[in-house]
């Protein structure tokens, strides 16, 4: 028979910012709430404190959580982050302790494809550039020669990262006629190869044959600042490069070198390693597209993505329909 559990025996759960009321209520079934009151980032000694008494967490990617701050949050058992990418977490310390840790992967990936097609697009297109050309008062009429860019159409497309979101990215290319290289970790089984039409290469001849090259892979010390200098010197001089994984897999620095000096032709950067400072040498250039990492940010999308996190935090935390009922 279901029993009426007592205040006292609800677990407690945190979630670190507001996120759709509606959704996040279900969590008011099975727990006590503590929800934050606004976003922000919260630095390691207010994590560690909200963590201090709660049995779980809804966290976004703003929440680092790692080592110290589980080390003080001794009934900590879940960690749900609202994302796929999950740098934020320290995997290994959760799994030592034996914390759960989840994230959302697909109910972003067509979304997320959508936006780094249209940033790609507007790099190699000039979209925002010309824009501002417009806004800025510059225009003085149709112009022959003016902010002339690159096609998309029958280009060569680079994916480096051909998980979910590459995959998605691929599956746009086709209508685009663009040929389609990826590197990842590993080599994808053939048949799924040939659903979009693509061809692995090593990274090397992803940095030199693609047109457009779009960065699709997870944050990891492996992965840190893998398009460096050396990397960026790689690529044609009229490539362009789109980034909607993780700020640091590029090395900033040397990416505002290279459009400076022409070495690039463009970039269009969603996520940056320092969020939300943005290194003043790339906003400075004219040759890149800056978007303060919304990639996943559809309306839709993000209620799913809260929705996931949600129910995962009550698989979690085992608060199955029969396993608690709200207080009377
Ligand atoms: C993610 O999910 O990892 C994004 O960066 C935020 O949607």
Redo the contacts with the bound molecule.
Sequence with gaps: ALRAASVAERPRVWVSQPLFDDIVSRLHAYFDVVQAPDVREHDEAAIAAALREVDGALVT?NERIGEREIASAPKLRAVANV???YDNLDVGALQSRGIVATN?PDV?TET?ADFGFALMMAAARRITESERHLRGGKWTGWNFKGLLGADLHRSTLGILGMGRIGQGIAKRASGFDMQVLYHNRSRLPADVEGAYKASYVDFDTLLARADHLVLVLPYSPQTHHIVDAAALAKMKPTATLTNIA?GGIVDEAALAEALGSGRLAAAALD?FEGEPAVDPRLLALDNIVLTP?I??GSLSTRRA?VTLAVDNLIAALGAGPDAGRPPT
């Design positions: 990617l994302g796929v990418g959302t972003l997320t993780r996520v990492h990639a996943s993505m």
